[in-house]
Structures are given as C-alpha cells and as structure tokens.
C-alpha cells in the first residue's frame, strides 16, 4: 500500500514544484522577441493589395507605418551602441526594394533582429548616453523603443479593421508556444489578500 501511495505522490509534488516555480518572463530581450513576433503577425495578416492604404489622405499609409516602426527599432538600437541613425525616413518609405509585403516584413524582422543583437551584446545597460538630447541609460533607451514600436502596432489594427480583416489576437505576455498554465485557480486566486485589497478605482 505504502508503494502505490508513493507513486501517487511524487508526480503530485514535481506538478506542485513546476506550478510553484513558474515565472512570466519579463526581460528586455524576450519582450523584443515577443513583440517581433506579435509585428509580424500583423504584417503578414494586412493583404498586399492594401499595404498603399491611408485611412486618410495626410497620414501615413500602412506600408509606410510598418517602415517607421522598422526605423525606430534601427534608430533607438544606433543610440543604444552610443550612436546615432540619421537615415532619411522620406527615402526609405521611397526605396524601391521596400515597396512589396515581402520587402517590407524582412526590413522590419531584420530591425528587430539588429535591437534585439544590440541589447544582447551590451555590457552595461544602466550605463548612461543621450536619448537625442536628453541623458539616459541604454536599459532606458530600449523601453523607450519598445514603447514606440508597441504605439505604431497598435494602429495597425485600425488599418486591418478598416479593410476588412481581422487582426490577430493578442500577444502581450507569451511568446508563441510558451503560454503555460496559471499558476493558482480562480477560487485559490480569490482567497489571496492581492484579490481581496482590489478596490474599484474608476468607480470612485
């Protein structure tokens, strides 16, 4: 008897163990690797024939957002290895090898591919440089170029809508395939003193 208890528990304590030691990845090189991910989703979603789209005449158009998104991750990369990147952003939406969907998906995964080599190599990141004119950390300057590619993915969705396709879900905690079980469930969760001390903030 005491056997068959034996067998029973042990699987039941390495769960327990994998449960208790499950963490959500929150560094700056997974989120860039999640966030290349999420990007191209919605790249490749937007079909090619609306890659000219402007939901208005004087902004621009989707092609066009892509490649500053692209851009930013080039720049803010530059400034983390203590340079700058002064390319012509009218230039390049002009280039003629960066005109197709396919031209401009690989510009944009290699601009995360470059930021995504330059954090990985740096190291010091909480040494200081310029963000433009302003003094800054490298760490700094790679939360602000998160901050600007995640603000010109977010338009992409209205782009999407207003075409008549359908973006694609949300990606904001896991990279694909990584997503893993919650850690407590619902009523667990509910009895925590975190859940208890919730307070309705914006009804207030």
């Known amino acids: 008897m005491k056997k068959v208890l034996l067998i029973f528990i042990f699987p039941f304590i390495s769960i327990c163990q994998q449960q208790t030691d499950t963490v959500i990845a929150c560094d700056l090189i997974t989120d860039f690797e999640r966030a290349k991910e999420f990007t191209l989703k919605y790249l490749n979603t937007m079909p090619e024939k609306y890659y000219s789209f402007k939901p208005t005449p004087e902004i621009l158009s989707f092609r066009e957002e892509a490649l500053h998104l692209g851009l930013g991750n080039y720049r803010y990369a530059a400034?983390?290895?203590?340079?700058?990147?002064?390319s012509n952003q009218k230039e390049i939406y002009n280039r003629e090898n960066l005109q197709s969907k396919i031209q401009v998906i690989e510009w944009v995964s290699k601009s995360y591919d470059v930021m995504i080599d330059q954090i990985k190599n740096e190291n010091d990141l909480d040494?200081?440089?310029?963000?433009?004119?302003?003094?800054?950390?490298?760490?700094?300057?790679?939360?602000?170029?998160?901050?600007?590619?995640?603000?010109?993915?977010?338009?992409?969705?209205?782009?999407?809508?207003?075409?008549?396709?359908?973006?694609?879900?949300?990606?904001?905690?896991?990279?694909?395939?990584?997503?893993?079980?919650?850690?407590?469930?619902?009523?667990?969760?509910?009895?925590?003193?975190?859940?208890?001390?919730?307070?309705?903030?914006?009804?207030?």
């Open 79 to 86: 400034m983390i290895a203590g340079g700058y990147d002064a």
């Open 127 to 204: 040494a200081m440089t310029y963000y433009y004119r302003w003094n800054c950390s490298k760490r700094c300057l790679a939360r602000k170029g998160f901050e600007h590619q995640s603000h010109h993915r977010g338009k992409f969705a209205i782009y999407l809508r207003l075409v008549g396709s359908t973006p694609p879900p949300e990606q904001l905690i896991f990279k694909d395939g990584e997503r893993v079980p919650k850690d407590i469930s619902v009523e667990d969760w509910k009895a925590t003193k975190e859940f208890k001390a919730y307070k309705p903030f914006v009804d207030n």
